[in-house]
């Protein structure tokens, strides 16, 4: 217990020295993660603890509260219109990649069948701990490729089910016929989904309503930490994943009134657990493997990222822009942790070499290294490839739902100071603009963003005009302000609508319509100058 304190204080503050230094260069701490791992590993001579299935759970619980923060974003209604991007372009992905991937292995490669149908199967997946970080981050969960994204990694993670299953008839535990594990799989997911969606909702219902109204936030907290680990350790006992068990959770908390909160108070332990599973990774790396065996992993990582890129891009374009079909493909090409697990259980069911294993979890850990330093240049670089710099239109579905937001309209000089106050006291809040020049610097700020015209009914009705709290118009163009307040007090007839003007000319042409507020710049600056005026006299 003395040296596991110690072996953790040490990871602490190297993992703070590292990201540190990282950040001030613009890297991604998953990539200090992994390096602490790794120092850690040699360091005290951990190399065998990285694979202890204890230490491996507790990193995993990182994934387990990436995952129910986006079942917060996500509630029934909203997976329910997202049935194309989950179930049809993830059957697509996970299907064809894997059918490529096993047709190369056993007949290039010559592996035996079942070994080429695991490779085949792990790296049809991708990495949700790495892309959904950044998506989140960086706001780009609601475009439309990030929309994508999110669809195909959540079916991902529901296909890891059935996969572990195979895996367990290969090994051939047990003498129950395929058609008998699958009949028990639908009875276990009967059962979870009917507990969790049907008694678990009423039960979270309660116990957040009964925590919050005592006013203690620790007890609110717990009852959360509660409810996550409740139901994935119930998912677990019915033999599906963890993380699959607090997405759902998540998207029972997202129909309720604390989603919110929730997500707020969740954020650091999902921030502190996720970083632990990037160090379980950085503490598997085998340097001296790694090293010997540089070029073959890189040729590995290369093929599997052409063969994912390309069959994503094909089925995706049918439907979809070149640029978001592009950017998903981008997005998706690396090799997910969930490969960990598959190849795990093949090995230790005798269906694959330990030597090839070990190669493989490097070529893994290899796609999870360069995706940091790779993801957040995706639209620079499918605007050079396709040589086009127009934001694609706007997927407003991550809106359903929504609110008690504030809808800025407008995002130049003075929009840019809006969105600033409003998140310095942690406002609720969406930016929407015409100018593919202001969308492109809001998603650099990191802010929520949609590409539209907010004179148009049709984008009122997206943003859901009638359940903001207010809209902020800071447009500069008079006559499309006055556009905009139309269609929306002809929407909202009470709407709470501020808008700034710039002279007295301006605010007599909005003399006639209800507006809430009406702010003159040229006076409040004359006010301030005022107020400084007499703060200086004193």
């Known amino acids: 217990m003395e040296f596991a304190f110690v072996y953790i204080i040490a990871t602490l503050g190297l993992s703070i020295v590292?990201?540190?230094?990282?950040?001030?260069?613009?890297?991604s701490q998953i990539i200090g993660y992994i390096v602490t791992g790794t120092i850690v590993a040699y360091g005290f001579d951990l190399r065998d603890v990285g694979h202890s299935h204890e230490l491996e759970m507790i990193g995993e619980f990182g994934i387990v509260f990436l995952m129910f923060t986006i079942g917060l974003e996500i509630s029934l209604r909203k997976m329910g219109s997202m049935k194309k991007e989950i179930f049809q372009n993830g059957l697509l992905q996970v299907g064809l990649t894997s059918l490529l991937v096993y047709f190369i292995a056993h007949y290039l490669f010559s592996l035996a069948s079942a070994s080429a149908l695991i490779v085949a199967l792990a790296f049809s997946l991708s990495s949700t701990a790495v892309v959904l970080s950044y998506l989140k981050s960086s706001k780009e969960i609601y475009t439309p490729y990030g929309q994508n994204a999110t669809g195909i990694l959540i079916f991902q993670d529901?296909?890891?089910?059935?996969?572990?299953?195979?895996?367990?008839?290969?090994?051939?535990e047990g003498?129950?016929?395929?058609?008998?594990?699958i009949l028990h799989t639908l009875e276990s997911a009967f059962i979870v989904i009917l507990f969790l969606f049907v008694v678990g909702k009423h039960i979270v219902t309660w116990l957040l309503h009964?925590?919050?109204?005592?006013?203690?936030?620790?007890?609110?907290?717990?009852?959360?930490?509660?409810?996550?680990?409740?139901?994935?350790?119930?998912?677990?006992?019915?033999?599906?994943?963890?993380?699959?068990?607090?997405?759902v959770a998540g998207m029972i908390i997202a129909e309720t009134k604390y989603h919110h909160k929730v997500e707020a108070d969740i954020a650091p332990f999902k921030d502190i657990l996720l970083g632990t599973f990037f160090v379980v990774v950085g503490m598997k790396i085998d340097v001296m493997m790694f090293v010997e065996n540089f070029g073959t992993i890189v040729e590995l990582f290369a093929f599997v990222l052409v063969v994912k890129t390309a069959i994503m891009f094909l089925f995706l374009r049918f439907y979809n822009t070149t640029a978001t079909a592009l950017k998903t493909a981008l997005?998706?090409?690396?090799?997910?942790?969930?490969?960990?697990?598959?190849?795990?259980?093949?090995?230790?069911?005798?269906?694959?070499?330990?030597?090839?294993?070990?190669?493989?979890?490097?070529?893994?850990?290899?796609?999870?290294?360069?995706?940091?330093?790779?993801?957040?240049?995706?639209?620079?670089?499918?605007?050079?490839?396709?040589?086009v710099r127009e934001i694609e239109e706007s997927d407003f579905s991550a809106l359903d739902g929504r609110k008690n937001h504030v809808i800025v309209c407008g995002y130049s000089v003075v929009g840019k100071f809006v969105t600033h106050y409003l998140q310095e006291r942690d406002g609720s809040f969406i930016v929407v603009d015409n100018s593919n020049k202001h969308v492109r610097e809001a998603l650099n700020d990191g802010?929520?963003?949609?590409?539209?015209?907010?004179s148009k009914s049709t984008i009122l009705d997206a943003l859901h005009i009638e359940d903001a709290a207010a809209i902020i118009v800071t447009l500069e163009n008079i006559a499309k302000k006055r556009l905009i307040c139309e269609a929306v007090l002809q929407k909202v007839k009470h709407a709470n609508l501020i808008v700034k003007v710039v002279s007295l000319e301006e605010k007599e042409q909005l003399s006639d319509l209800d507006i809430t507020c009406i702010v003159d710049g040229k006076e409040e600056v004359a006010k301030v100058l005022v107020e400084k005026t007499l703060v200086c006299r004193l």
Do not use: R
């Open 18 to 27: 590292i990201n540190i230094f990282l950040k001030k260069i613009g890297i």
């Open 158 to 172: 529901i296909a890891v089910i059935p996969i572990l299953i195979l895996i367990g008839f290969l090994t051939n």
């Open 175 to 181: 003498d129950e016929s395929v058609g008998t594990i």
């Open 210 to 247: 009964f925590s919050a109204s005592s006013e203690l936030d620790e007890l609110f907290m717990g009852s959360v930490l509660f409810i996550v680990m409740g139901a994935s350790l119930f998912a677990s006992a019915m033999g599906f994943t963890y993380s699959l068990g607090a997405f």
């Open 331 to 387: 997005a998706l090409s690396q090799v997910g942790e969930f490969s960990f697990v598959i190849f795990a259980v093949a090995s230790a069911g005798g269906i694959m070499e330990n030597e090839l294993v070990s190669l493989l979890v490097l070529v893994v850990i290899f796609s999870m290294m360069l995706t940091p330093f790779f993801i957040p240049h995706i639209n620079s670089l499918v605007e050079k490839l396709l040589h």
């Open 447 to 454: 802010h929520e963003v949609y590409l539209g015209d907010a």
